[in-house]
């Protein structure tokens, strides 16, 4: 059930990345393109789905504070709350391919639906930044250390 | 602002926090899609199955949109496949620095009011701003 119930939430996040046009990188770099704004070329789409996605998140966290999920014993809500280096630092990083290229990990996995290479090489790439960080952080090679567990209850 | 589009964007913003929504109240996780692809890539990483049903769903929803008729547009990336590497290597490498991108720092964890995702958003989308203002406005004319 559990796996049905993620299929079903991937389903609808990708139907709100598609209707929502976020899966269009020049719609995307149209909103990062605050210079626009003086000659009226600018696109502030991406906050409003940024908003209505908040205003039901808000509301449905709300909610599902109040009672234990439906597949699991507990809701696995993020422990982290420091503000520090790697969080600076992996923002920064993720903001500069961010904007290079107008896709950041869900519209870019979407877009696979495509079967657009460049869209395909981007994943990969995506892949190994991923892995090169896990390995580099020794989190693959140590699986019970605090640090697993900790990226496991990752913020997202 | 002609290319401005209000309404698809608040339906498919509510569509999205309806996904976050429903993975909490159905299966008790954050919907974020670092968290989802990093741990499904892992080669030791735990709970494969939801994390790879949630990714085909995610696929298979743009797939579905052209079944009942809906233009899937093909993306404009880079021509330069270098800086679609380059890209997609920060992007990957990032997000797992910071535990987080536009979907697990900036839906769920603004709705949830935490100053780290606030933070983290804010840094991520300032440095994304300073990038296209100057590959579109200094370096690209």
């Not at chain 1, 107008?102 to 395909?120: D, F, M, Q």
């Not at chain 2, 919907?31 to 085909?56: C, K």
């Not at chain 2, 797992?96 to 100053?115: D, E, F, K, M, Q």
Request: with cysteine; hydrophobic share 55%.
């Amino acid at each position: 059930m559990r796996a049905l119930a993620s299929l079903l939430c991937g389903f609808v996040f990708g139907w709100g990345l598609f209707i929502s046009g976020m899966m269009r990188p020049d719609k995307v770099l149209g909103f990062l393109d605050v210079f626009a704004i003086p000659s009226g070329n600018w696109d502030p789409s991406l906050a409003v789905v940024m908003a209505a996605a908040l205003v039901v998140t808000g509301i449905g966290y709300a909610l599902a504070r109040r009672r234990p999920p439906a597949f699991e014993t507990q809701n696995q809500w993020p422990a982290q709350t420091a503000i520090d280096r790697p969080l600076i630092a992996g923002s920064v990083l993720f903001g500069v391919g961010w904007g290079l290229v107008g896709l950041c990990p869900g519209p870019a996995i979407a877009n696979l639906a495509t079967l657009t290479s460049p869209v395909i090489i981007f994943v990969i790439a995506m892949a190994v930044g991923t892995v090169v960080h896990d390995l580099w952080f020794g989190r693959s090679l140590a699986p019970a250390s605090p640090s697993l567990a900790a990226a496991n209850a990752a913020d997202g | 602002m002609a290319n401005f589009t209000p309404v698809s964007a608040a339906i498919g913003g509510a569509l999205i926090g309806l996904s976050a929504v429903l993975l909490m109240l159905l299966n008790g996780r954050i919907a974020g899609v670092t968290g989802i692809f990093a741990g499904l890539i892992d080669p030791l990483g735990t709970d494969r199955g939801w994390r790879a049903t949630f990714i085909a769903g995610l696929i298979a929803a743009p797939l579905s949109a052209v079944l009942v008729g809906y233009t899937l547009p093909v993306p404009q990336m880079p021509t330069s496949l270098l800086v679609v590497i380059a890209a997609g290597l920060l992007v990957g490498f990032g997000t797992r620095l910071s535990n987080g991108c536009t979907s697990g720092h900036g839906v769920c964890g603004i709705a949830r009011l935490s100053p780290r995702s606030i933070t983290a958003t804010a840094v991520f989308m300032g440095a994304a701003i300073v990038v296209v203002a100057l590959t579109r406005h200094v370096f690209g004319g």
